[in-house]
């Protein structure tokens, strides 16, 4: 048997809402309604982009807010 950890690859970047949504298990209109309520996308030209590791620090902020 292996006890190796299983690793999770994360991108880099979360291109379009499609993908943002994907990262954060919703739809993408709960993305965008995340984006409303301090979700940092970062809006170049047409298109949305955001790094994963701002969502996850984003969600870990406001974990801490609601207690």
């Known amino acids: 048997m292996s006890t190796k950890k299983k690793t999770v690859r994360r991108p880099k970047v979360l291109m379009g809402w499609t993908r943002i949504a994907d990262f954060l298990e919703c ?7 995340k984006e409303r309520e301090g979700l ?5 030209g047409g298109a949305v982009c955001c ?3 701002d969502v996850v620090a ?3 902020g406001r974990r801490r807010a609601r207690k």
């Open 27 to 33: 739809s993408v209109a709960t993305a965008k309604r």
């Open 40 to 44: 940092p996308i970062v809006r170049v």
């Open 58 to 60: 984003w969600r870990k």
């Open 51 to 53: 790094f994963p590791e």
